[in-house]
């Protein structure tokens, strides 16, 4: 029996014991819940439509930069380096690497978890130093005209640096401004940002809404990351010649297997014309699947074997060799002539931005003046929503395919770089930034409205 004392002792450990118990099954519950959630998380898809404000916060992000201009072998390096959303600018004088620190406190701002990006020339001359005045000026206009004044040029030179490369992103919105109400947390959108501000080589990218919307809903990460830059390019280019066209509806691409190359051939073609394009012998199967008919610059006179044709309407430059000089002869009367090789910022960079722009004005018009009867334009990137949804249409149509050379690894893109510079591409190489599925694989769709 037992004492008055040990009775108490007894009840007294009862409900501890108890209490215990519920402890031991609350634990295993949470276990429970524990291992459900990492069953959750195991794809980014899933947890950036549930998480709070779609991600969670990391202090920092792996990005390729550069922190001089020089040969992408020489500079090109992986870095970790704050996300844009971990610190806000203080000052704004405090510019040297605060533009990478800027939270997603704009109203138009929109925070992408990058799944894939791809390369395209204009990286490997960036690295090198293109655009260097035109840009910086863009970045801050006060830095840019303080490292132009002698003395204190030193003090302020490089304020640009690090910067991030990369000039086309398809991946998942984590964050969005006040401002933004057609995309949401969760959204799988594609874009490419303006050229003076931070790349997609990098885990995450922060954009303005110009930059950005719903990406075509038939393609992967991938394949979605190879059509924005030279798909804004062309559409900039010759798009209100195609929307107003002039008879005959023929057009000729100069360099048709390149990235942009091949995105024009598939443009052209879904608006209804007839497409001839210059090539090399290996590229004159794909120009052929894609709707064009070649011309081996290989093997044949490109200037005679123009001559033997009809004449276009349309003549679109889309690797910068300057046919101006002979480009009347294959047109037709006020036929226009687009090419890629503009002297704007190759002016700015060697004149500075204020000489070099009225410089490169003076070039167009004696261009224009010595030859009156072609339209002459020059093609550039522009940002553009509207013509992103158009393009995301026509790839979902059907009548635009992604066209991919290559698709490297994030930690490769060293060896895409110089891929790309070597010359013969046939489309786009992409990187996959990720490595998670959600940048390989294509969404089971079985039909698509666009409004």
Avoid at 65 to 87: C, H, M, N, Q, W
Avoid at 207 to 215: E, P, R
Avoid at 344 to 366: C, M
Avoid at 421 to 435: E, H, L, P, T, W
Wanted: overall charge positive; hydrophobic content about 40%.
């Amino acid at each position: 029996m037992l004492s008055s004392k040990n009775a108490l002792c007894l009840k007294q450990l009862t409900p501890i014991t108890s209490l215990q118990k519920r402890c031991g099954f609350r634990k295993s519950i949470r276990d429970k819940l524990d291992k459900e959630k990492e069953e959750h998380d195991k794809t980014f898809q899933e947890w950036a439509e549930t998480e709070n404000r779609g991600f969670r916060k990391q202090q920092y992000m792996r990005s390729w930069i550069i922190e001089k201009y020089g040969p992408p072998a020489s500079v090109l390096k992986l870095d970790a380096v704050e996300t844009p959303f971990a610190r806000k600018m203080t000052s704004i004088l405090d510019a040297r690497r605060s533009y990478l620190y800027q939270a997603v406190r704009n109203t138009n701002d929109v925070m992408i978890k990058v799944h894939a990006a791809s390369i395209n020339p204009i990286d490997i001359r960036m690295c090198e130093g293109y655009g260097a005045n035109l840009f910086n000026l863009k970045r801050s206009p006060i830095h840019y005209a303080a490292s132009s004044v002698p003395g204190v040029s030193k003090m302020f030179g490089g304020y640009e640096f690090p910067i991030v490369m990369g000039r086309d992103f398809s991946g998942t919105v984590v964050d969005i401004g006040t401002g933004v109400f057609d995309i949401n947390l969760g959204d799988d959108v594609y874009g490419a940002p303006m050229l003076h501000t931070p790349g997609s080589f990098s885990d995450y990218i922060c954009v303005h809404l110009d930059c950005v919307v719903q990406k075509p809903a038939t393609c992967s990460h991938i394949e979605a990351a190879s059509i924005p830059y030279v798909g804004l390019t062309v559409l900039s280019a010759i798009k209100e010649l195609v929307v107003s066209p002039k008879q005959p509806k023929r057009a000729l691409v100069l360099g048709g297997s390149g990235g942009i190359g091949t995105f024009a051939i598939q443009y052209l073609r879904a608006h209804g014309y007839t497409v001839i394009t210059t090539c090399s012998t290996n590229a004159v199967p794909l120009c052929s699947n894609l709707g064009a008919e070649c011309v081996d610059y290989k093997t044949k006179d490109v200037n005679e074997e123009l001559q033997n044709i009809d004449k276009f309407s349309l003549v679109f430059d889309a690797v910068g060799i300057d046919a101006s000089a002979w480009v009347s002869n294959v047109l037709i009367t006020n036929g226009s002539y687009v090419t890629l090789r503009s002297p704007v910022v190759e002016n700015t960079d060697k004149l500075g931005a204020v000489v070099g722009l009225s410089t490169s004005v003076t070039d167009f018009t004696k261009k224009k003046a010595a030859r009156p009867d072609v339209n002459i334009k020059w093609a550039y990137y522009k940002p553009d929503r509207h013509n992103l949804l158009e393009i995301a249409r026509l790839v979902d149509s059907g009548m635009i395919k992604p066209v991919i050379d290559s698709i490297y690894s994030f930690d490769d893109v060293p060896k895409a770089f110089k891929a790309l510079s070597c010359g013969g591409a046939r489309g786009k190489s992409v990187i996959n930034v990720s490595g998670l599925t959600e940048a390989s694989v294509k969404p089971n769709i079985e039909k698509i409205i666009h409004l």
